[in-house]
């Protein structure tokens, strides 16, 4: 999906077409309607906090602005690009009419997280190129929104030629045409290419694919090591051989916040806990709609020097109850040093099963109790 989030907002307020609007703000940055029918929106330079940017318009990316990036330093590029508060409910809403749209022409479908999808077309009648416009219409009709397709051998090259003609593309690629169309990419343009495998690659010279294409394989395991070496050759030749997987089971749940400052564990003692109880709670929610239950629950702190600590404790019997949720990862709490100050806190729950393959336990989520777990100097 093109600027997915983005998009979304975009049908809310098309007054904001062809503007740079990021999406990320609080609750407190929705939009106001005036008396006279007019919209009052925040702008960036009206922002203070610490939040991130989850997604832009395409007129705010051509300012510098991107995913991950403080909302602050957006402000410094673009201040008077409008922002808007996240609505994760709309945006599921839209992933789950895309998603049953595409089905009913592509049944073999692998979810690749609210605004992606894989698609095997091998056993779907019809042209190729008219299969995937027939796809692009199907989803503009049910959501009002584009996309973007790659049409290609595989997921690896299609990752890759989803995004070459954004927004509203279809990229169709053989592999004869690899050399002319993928081979001058930047390396990073590989699914699996991280920001220090690039980085180690430029400073080996290597910054296209082609260049990673034509490098010795051997001397590519002797650098990246030997698995991971051999993948930088393949996918360097376009080769993949996963299949379209529509089927998966989630490993873990989790749920986690950045605060808009720091805060104590003595001094902030009652925002901390009322924040980590609302995480336990979310995170029980979250296990029922999923239909899941869990038996290991962890806990994630970042403090103000950026260090992170992770802790995590097993329970006898898997649960989705968020007062036993709580209460286990309040045991994490007290094994962790909680001196600094903190800049984010997460709760997870993994190990996840279905109810009745290993034993249930209560299936709750009120009465969340029990004593502060943010209660030592």
Same mark, same amino acid.
């Given at each position: 999906? $093109?600027?997915f989030y983005a998009s979304v907002e975009l049908l809310r307020y098309p007054q904001l077409r062809g503007q740079p609007v990021v999406i990320g703000g609080r609750s407190v940055d929705a939009p106001v309607?005036? =008396?006279? !029918? &007019?919209?009052?929106?925040?702008?960036?330079?009206?922002? +203070? *906090?610490?939040?991130?940017? +989850?997604?832009?318009?395409?007129?705010?990316? =051509? %300012? !510098?602005?991107? &995913?991950?990036?403080?909302?602050?330093?957006?402000?410094?590029?673009?201040?008077? =690009?409008?922002?808007?508060?996240?609505?994760?409910?709309?945006?599921?809403?839209? &992933?789950? %009419?895309?998603?049953?749209?595409?089905?009913?022409?592509?049944?073999? /479908?692998?979810?690749?997280?609210?605004?992606? #999808?894989?698609?095997?077309?091998?056993?779907?009648?019809?042209?190729?190129?008219?299969?995937?416009?027939?796809?692009?219409?199907?989803?503009?009709?049910? +959501?009002?929104? &584009?996309?973007?397709?790659?049409? +290609?051998?595989?997921?690896?090259?299609?990752?890759? @030629?989803?995004?070459?003609?954004?927004?509203?593309? /279809?990229?169709?690629?053989?592999?004869?045409?690899?050399?002319?169309?993928?081979?001058?990419?930047?390396?990073?343009? #590989?699914?699996?290419?991280?920001?220090?495998?690039?980085?180690?690659?430029?400073?080996?010279?290597?910054?296209?694919?082609?260049?990673?294409?034509?490098?010795?394989?051997?001397?590519?395991?002797?650098?990246?090591? =030997?698995?991971?070496?051999?993948?930088?050759h393949e996918a360097a030749h376009g080769v993949d051989a996963r299949p379209v997987v529509t089927y998966s089971e989630p490993k873990s749940v989790s749920r986690e916040t950045t605060f808009e400052r $720091?805060?104590?564990?003595?001094?902030?003692?009652?925002?901390?806990?009322?924040?980590?109880?609302?995480? @336990?709670?979310?995170?029980?929610?979250?296990?029922?709609?999923?239909?899941?239950?869990?038996?290991?629950?962890?806990?994630? /702190?970042?403090? $103000?020097?950026?260090?992170?600590?992770?802790?995590?404790?097993?329970?006898?019997?898997?649960?989705?109850?968020?007062?036993?949720?709580?209460?286990?990862?309040?045991? @994490?709490?007290?094994?962790?040093?909680?001196?600094?100050?903190?800049?984010?806190?997460?709760?997870?729950? *993994?190990?996840?099963?279905?109810?009745?393959?290993?034993?249930?336990?209560?299936? %709750?989520?009120?009465?969340?109790?029990?004593?502060?777990?943010?209660?030592?100097?």
């Amino acid at each position: 999906m $093109d600027a997915f989030y983005a998009s979304v907002e975009l049908l809310r307020y098309p007054q904001l077409r062809g503007q740079p609007v990021v999406i990320g703000g609080r609750s407190v940055d929705a939009p106001v309607q005036q =008396a006279d !029918g &007019s919209w009052h929106y925040t702008r960036l330079r009206h922002y +203070t *906090g610490r939040g991130v940017i +989850t997604t832009a318009t395409y007129e705010a990316r =051509a %300012l !510098g602005i991107g &995913s991950a990036m403080g909302i602050m330093k957006a402000a410094q590029l673009a201040p008077d =690009a409008v922002l808007l508060p996240v609505d994760f409910d709309a945006y599921r809403h839209y &992933s789950r %009419l895309f998603k049953a749209a595409v089905r009913e022409i592509a049944p073999l /479908l692998e979810d690749r997280g609210i605004d992606e #999808i894989y698609l095997d077309l091998t056993d779907v009648p019809g042209e190729t190129r008219e299969l995937a416009q027939r796809i692009k219409d199907a989803v503009r009709t049910a +959501t009002g929104l &584009s996309c973007s397709i790659g049409v +290609t051998p595989n997921k690896l090259l299609a990752k890759i @030629c989803s995004d070459l003609e954004k927004p509203d593309g /279809l990229t169709m690629l053989g592999m004869d045409d690899i050399p002319a169309r993928i081979w001058p990419l930047a390396a990073r343009k #590989i699914n699996g290419i991280g920001p220090k495998a690039e980085q180690k690659l430029t400073a080996l010279g290597i910054k296209t694919i082609g260049e990673l294409a034509n490098a010795d394989p051997l001397w590519l395991q002797a650098h990246f090591g =030997a698995n991971y070496g051999h993948w930088l050759h393949e996918a360097a030749h376009g080769v993949d051989a996963r299949p379209v997987v529509t089927y998966s089971e989630p490993k873990s749940v989790s749920r986690e916040t950045t605060f808009e400052r $720091d805060l104590h564990a003595r001094q902030d003692r009652n925002a901390l806990s009322e924040i980590f109880t609302r995480l @336990c709670v979310r995170v029980a929610e979250d296990l029922v709609r999923k239909g899941v239950l869990g038996k290991t629950i962890g806990i994630k /702190l970042r403090y $103000d020097d950026f260090s992170t600590v992770t802790r995590d404790i097993t329970l006898p019997e898997p649960t989705r109850d968020a007062a036993t949720i709580r209460r286990a990862a309040g045991e @994490c709490l007290k094994r962790v040093p909680l001196q600094r100050r903190l800049r984010l806190l997460g709760v997870r729950v *993994g190990h996840l099963s279905k109810p009745g393959e290993q034993g249930d336990s209560a299936d %709750l989520l009120g009465g969340v109790q029990g004593g502060l777990p943010f209660a030592e100097d």
